[in-house]
């Protein structure tokens, strides 16, 4: 008997166009917005005009019983699905507050059902629409925007907005700021925005700091910001959302400007350096850590900038205009793969930005079945299922290293093994996958042929087109396992995850057989050692293509990275050392972001020079590091933590909380707010900038010994670690510490 799992990609008899795209072809949708109860405004963009059309609009959801809805005294339509899934109602409301009421009243008498919550989902998805069909990202009108203030609390009487900068395109680079009163640039502001008409609004930390702090600055002077395309104010969202990306789940406050979209590169970035690359999200830091900082880039420290708008005024300028540069950086970087899956989803651009992947693969399964007539399943109730597979087979010190990885694993086991959700009955989603897949493969070569050819912006339109398919695609094998899809099967995604293991396991043997040394195993990658006569990138990519030829069909293994050195520590912690000199720390234990600089510093240089085989160096630096803390020469700079405040950090440390508790400044208590802070010599934390050369020196010197400890597997005993990085405290003579045992002694790699 066959798997019911097991499903053809040919067994849907549709066009996987209109799965993929929705069966609308109206282009230039810019945004579409609920007007009134029953209907719908369209925002389109057409050579450079945006025009605006009505549709009409009924709710919906899907039920599992027709009797309490027929009964309504709205009048619903009840339409009666295809199939045999549970959510085999189509009810359709007149209105918005028919449908509310009608929810209302079924949750409280306990009716299963399910609907989407947000009207314009609603719309998109019943209609077949989406937005941006026939554009590119760079005909988005993206207005970025950021703010300094003198104070971080919007209700203090002392704190208030100076300058406002805006950036709308390459043509309008502009700074408003104070002249009269507060009000009246406010109200600017408002009429600047408006003047430029922008579909997106992009800034950094803009649903926790800067639109939040606008809004209340607005209220309190009875200025509203009246941005949206209606004439409307900005709206603040109830409560806190979360934003996924990852593993990371962060809160923001959501905020929403009609028939506008809102980006916070703040997330987005987070998005897109899904491999850890960076240690801070910080806008500064982020583009500097990215190699995109402009020469000549003005920079004014946050606790300077009130001196600075009464002493150097056109120097705060000058920043807040950097600033918003950095944000259209960022964005230009970041934001084009959510804008393509833009196109495919029937989701709002702001919807795609903020939602997570589940939700996303929810909507195009819910369109591509009410589109057919057919019923819905409901989700499997979760379970815990078998992972990938990872694996540590060496520790030490590697020269040269190189990756190889399956292109897409999971998917790649979905598309040719036909492993899909048993209550997939219509067969679309394995189609969705498959083209997906075919059309990431094309972008990528037109991507190829026009950077060959020095077409920067056919490029960059199909580098963002094969971003997007490539995050949408690595979402099909997650949805299987996931917790509110509607379509989701975990015995699926097991079956999965065992033929992926079996996959990896036989590419770490092909190594082997082919002469190489496999060093990590990490889900659907490998570093390894190559052979000594594989040594261009050229040899490297032959010799992947050898170790692939036993793969099964459909399998792509390919050359994932080259380094000069990698330095082996524990599963998924390891220094990478590139060719060109730049080292990469991987894993929690080597890259928090709650590590103070100066240990982080120490780590990044003890990790290079072990791999340099200058263990002396290593050694000294620990010693002077010691030496430097002890002496209080240390600056706050070094010795800095950064923390968010959320639900995990008012929990698990009573001494966070504590700080928090004593802040000045109740906007700096609220969820999401960031925290600068040190230990002070009697335990407890305090402000980085109360800081005066008061640290907690033995907390700092213990802090130094946990950190050397990551390099304890380097080490063949306990004895040798202990003599190499001894415990150190006030003390402790130096002197002696250091002749205890030479590096030279310590015969430490053999």
Not at 28 to 47: F, K, M, P, W
Not at 154 to 170: F, H, K, M, T, Y
Not at 223 to 243: E, K, N, Q, V
Not at 253 to 280: F, M
Request: glycine residues 8%.
């Amino acid at each position: 008997m066959t798997d019911p799992r097991i499903l053809p990609s040919s067994g849907l008899a549709r066009d996987t166009e209109a799965l993929l795209y929705g069966n609308d072809t109206l282009p230039g949708i810019v945004a579409v917005e609920q007007h009134g109860g029953d209907g719908i405004r369209i925002y389109r963009r057409e050579d450079g005009r945006v025009m605006v059309e009505e549709a009409p609009f009924r709710p919906w959801l899907l039920a599992e019983r027709v009797e309490p809805w027929r009964a309504l005294r709205s009048g619903p339509s009840v339409e009666e699905l295809a199939g045999e899934h549970a959510l085999r109602f189509l009810v359709e409301f007149p209105d918005w507050w028919s449908f509310q009421g009608a929810v209302r009243g079924a949750q409280e008498g306990g009716e299963r059902f399910f609907r989407l919550r947000s009207p314009v989902e609603q719309y998109l998805v019943r209609s077949g629409r989406t937005l941006f069909k026939g554009m590119v990202f760079g005909d988005l009108r993206r207005l970025q925007i950021d703010i300094e203030t003198t104070g971080f609390n919007p209700r203090d009487p002392e704190s208030q907005v100076i300058v406002v900068a805006l950036r709308c395109g390459d043509a309008v680079e502009e700074v408003l700021h104070l002249e009269t009163t507060e009000a009246d640039l406010l109200a600017r502001l408002t009429e600047r925005l408006r003047e430029l008409d922008p579909d997106v609004i992009e800034g950094h930390n803009l649903f926790n700091f800067d639109l939040p702090f606008l809004v209340a600055r607005a209220s309190r002077l009875g200025a509203p910001l009246l941005w949206g395309r209606d004439g409307s104010a900005i709206r603040l969202g109830a409560g806190t959302s979360r934003f996924k990306a990852g593993p990371l789940t962060m809160p923001y406050t959501p905020a929403y400007v009609y028939g506008r979209h809102i980006i916070d590169t703040y997330q987005q970035i987070q998005r897109y350096d899904i491999g850890g690359r960076l240690s801070s999200y910080g806008l500064k830091p982020a583009v500097e850590e990215l190699g995109l900082t402009r020469p000549g880039r003005e920079f004014v420290p946050g606790e300077e900038i009130r001196h600075v708008w009464r002493g150097d005024r056109d120097r705060l300028l000058r920043y807040a205009l950097d600033d918003v540069r950095d944000v259209a950086v960022l964005s230009d970087l970041a934001t084009p793969t959510e804008f393509y899956q833009s196109q495919l989803l029937p989701r709002a651009f702001q919807a795609v930005a903020t939602g997570g992947p589940g939700e996303k693969l929810n909507d195009l399964m819910l369109r591509a079945y009410l589109m057919s007539g057919h019923s819905v399943p409901t989700a499997q109730p979760a379970r815990d299922y078998a992972g990938g597979h990872a694996e540590l087979l060496e520790t030490g010190p590697f020269w040269p290293v190189v990756k190889c990885d399956v292109e897409s694993l999971y998917p790649s086991i979905m598309l040719s093994e036909g492993i899909t959700s048993s209550r997939d009955t219509l067969g679309a989603y394995l189609p969705m996958l498959g083209e997906l897949t075919r059309r990431r493969l094309d972008a990528k070569a037109k991507s190829r042929a026009s950077g060959a050819s020095g077409d920067e912006a056919e490029r960059a339109m199909w580098e963002g087109l094969q971003g997007s398919f490539k995050v949408l695609i690595n979402s099909f094998y997650g949805y299987l396992g996931y917790g509110g899809g509607l379509f989701n099967d975990y015995d699926a995604a097991e079956r999965v995850t065992l033929a992926g293991q079996a996959i990896v396991k036989q590419i770490v043997a092909s190594l082997q057989q082919h002469g190489a040394t496999p060093i990590e195993v990490d889900t659907d990658g490998v570093y390894f050692v190559p052979p000594p006569d594989v040594v261009t990138p050229d040899d490297e990519e032959r010799f992947i293509d050898e170790v692939a030829e036993a793969l099964p069909s459909g399998i792509r293994l390919g050359h994932d990275g080259r380094y000069a050195g990698m330095l082996s520590l524990k599963l998924k912690t390891y220094a990478l050392l590139a060719h060109d000199g730049a080292m990469t720390l991987k894993g929690s234990a080597l890259r928090s972001r709650r590590m103070e600089p100066c240990f982080r510093r120490f780590l990044t240089d003890a990790a290079r020079q072990f791999l340099r085989d200058e263990r002396d160096a290593v050694r000294e630096d620990y010693f002077r590091l010691a030496e430097r803390i002890r002496q209080r020469e240390v600056i706050a700079d070094e010795i800095v933590q950064r923390g968010m405040i959320n639900d995990e950090t008012l929990a698990k440390f009573p001494r966070l909380q504590r700080l928090i508790a004593r802040l000045p400044n109740p906007a700096m208590r609220r969820a999401g707010s960031r925290l600068e802070f040190y230990e002070r010599q009697d335990g407890e934390l305090g402000l980085i900038e109360e800081w005066d050369h008061d640290e907690n020196s033995a907390y700092l010197l213990r802090r130094l010994r946990e950190v050397a400890e990551r390099f304890r597997a380097l080490f063949a005993s306990a004895s040798e670690f202990d003599a190499f990085f001894p415990a150190i405290s006030a003390r402790t003579d130096l002197a002696v510490a250091r002749q205890q045992e030479t590096v030279e002694q310590l015969g430490l790699f053999g």
